[in-house]
């Protein structure tokens, strides 16, 4: 993702470290159904900008509008009008609207649900021919734009293609959409540039900040949508690649590698696939990946809070705990390279898309971390509900003890500082709790999908009930986690003090 002033300069500041990092820090991840041992979709991602940075979960309303009214980005300035009638969908928005309004992920009422964006950046000379519009459709809109007013994915590629031919892009991007048909991942390249497909059910991928479509069948009409200008923009910018004889669209559109995209892309793929052949020193990565292996939901979990296990990398935010100096920069040093799971992280989200469960409840779960997912549990969340728990609602840009973001956050920054205190005692105990939700969720899931089929109001209560309550009781227990932590950090402090 690419955030508001921050976006100026690309600085984002990391609390737990002390240096200053560009604000591009998002890991995205898509596993086909016939990767995953239960036939399910997964996909999600990171949501990276800086620690100390609220966000709230929400449902937004269907409404009308007026015949004049226009969507209106206070980041950018961009404009775009709205539907006649917007549908009901879920978001996970910033607080701080006149900043852009970010609301980064969610599922509306047709089942169409969104992931956007992993912001990337074309490179200087792709930039000279066809730049980036500074009133032009940004990450900040692009959930609002899209979710309340189309009924398919592929609408929602064709209208953000749309979009971006007719008013330019702010910025790279890539985003991914899907429903009961499937996934499509589109990157935004340049000020009017982009591709898209619909990603194969027998692949996986993993995508930080940088672009990764390579061959592209621009022929195959109904699962490839691509702007007619992609070849020429990189031949007039000199900067034209083919690989094995064929137009390479990453390689003739991207800057080089950087090492946070390398060691993120790389970790990624090993998560997953610890078999796969990819190295750390690969020049490039191919986006889609192939396996024999079979997946889970806790794979992908274990994919999102991924720092460098069982590989020989620690992440660079260990290296001041490990008493080797603050690292200035996100580039790798000695053995410490920029993870997955890093300080930047706001929030984390999965969707499980399920064949089995209907467009009306969402078509699967969206499983949401609000906070660092290191030491935040995941809950699970239908998109038929109508409202969320009253601690995802706080708009606070500090601390504040009835936020769940910032009690999270709180959490997170006390393990951190305290590694070897408080060790894997809080996430240990997160797993135990997404275990017995997983458990549970299937029997809500199929409770709440016969529902819908008859009686879609009942549908709605019962999704509503359970997860208000869910939600509860998992604050309550994350304020008593919070609480042993503080104690315990304040004796540890008396304890150096004495000596």
Request: proline share 4%; with cysteine.
């Amino acid at each position: 993702m690419l955030k508001k002033k921050l976006s100026l300069c690309a600085l984002a500041l990391l609390a737990t470290l002390s240096f200053q990092s560009s604000a591009y820090a998002c890991t995205g991840f898509i596993i086909g159904k016939n990767l995953t041992s239960d036939g399910s979709t997964l996909y999600g991602r990171t949501e990276d900008l800086e620690p100390n940075h609220n966000k709230n979960f929400i449902v937004r309303k269907a409404k009308d509008n007026k015949a004049d009214a226009k969507w209106k980005d206070q980041a950018n300035g961009f404009e775009y009008p709205l539907p006649k009638h917007s549908f009901k969908y879920t978001a996970v928005p910033d607080v701080t609207p006149k900043e852009g309004v970010f609301d980064e992920a969610g599922t509306n009422e047709y089942g169409v649900s969104m992931s956007a964006t992993v912001s990337a950046s074309a490179n200087d000379k792709i930039l000279k021919v066809d730049p980036y519009i500074k009133n032009g459709l940004a990450e900040s809109s692009m959930a609002s734009l899209v979710l309340p007013r189309v009924k398919t994915a592929k609408e929602g590629i064709e209208l953000i293609a749309k979009v971006v031919r007719e008013k330019g892009s702010a910025e790279g991007n890539i985003v991914t959409l899907a429903d009961k048909d499937g996934v499509w991942y589109m990157e935004i390249l340049s000020g009017h540039q982009y591709a898209a497909i619909k990603f194969p059910d027998d692949k996986f991928a993993v995508f930080p900040n940088t672009f990764y479509l390579g061959h592209v069948n621009f022929n195959d009409k109904e699962n490839t949508i691509v702007s007619t200008g992609i070849e020429k923009v990189a031949q007039k910018a000199n900067s034209y690649k083919t690989v094995d004889g064929q137009f390479h669209i990453a390689q003739s559109y991207n800057p080089p590698l950087a090492d946070a995209n390398r060691s993120r892309t790389f970790s990624g793929i090993k998560s997953l696939d610890p078999d796969s052949k990819v190295t750390y020193k690969d020049d490039y990565y191919e986006l889609l990946q192939s396996t024999s292996k079979k997946f889970t939901l806790e794979d992908a979990m274990k994919l999102q809070r991924n720092r460098f296990e069982g590989l020989d990398l620690k992440p660079l935010d260990q290296m001041e705990l490990d008493g080797k100096g603050k690292p200035k920069s996100k580039a790798a040093i000695k053995g410490y390279a920029y993870p997955i799971s890093n300080p930047n992280v706001m929030e984390a989200h999965i969707f499980q898309l399920k064949e089995d469960m209907p467009a009306e409840v969402g078509g699967g779960v969206m499983w949401l971390a609000m906070g660092s997912p290191r030491n935040a549990p995941y809950l699970p969340y239908l998109a038929n509900i109508s409202q969320t728990y009253k601690a995802y609602h706080q708009d606070s840009t500090k601390y504040n003890k009835d936020s769940w973001y910032w009690t999270v956050s709180h959490i997170n920054d006390m393990v951190a500082a305290n590694s070897k205190k408080f060790g894997s005692q809080v996430i240990d105990d997160i797993h135990g709790l997404e275990k017995t939700w997983m458990t549970e969720q299937d029997s809500t899931n199929k409770e709440v999908s016969d529902l819908a089929k008859t009686n879609p109001k009942a549908a709605q209560d019962k999704a509503n009930q359970v997860s208000l309550e869910r939600a509860e009781k998992t604050f309550k227990h994350l304020k008593e986690i919070e609480k042993r932590l503080e104690k315990e950090s304040s004796q540890n402090k008396d304890s150096k003090t004495a000596k």
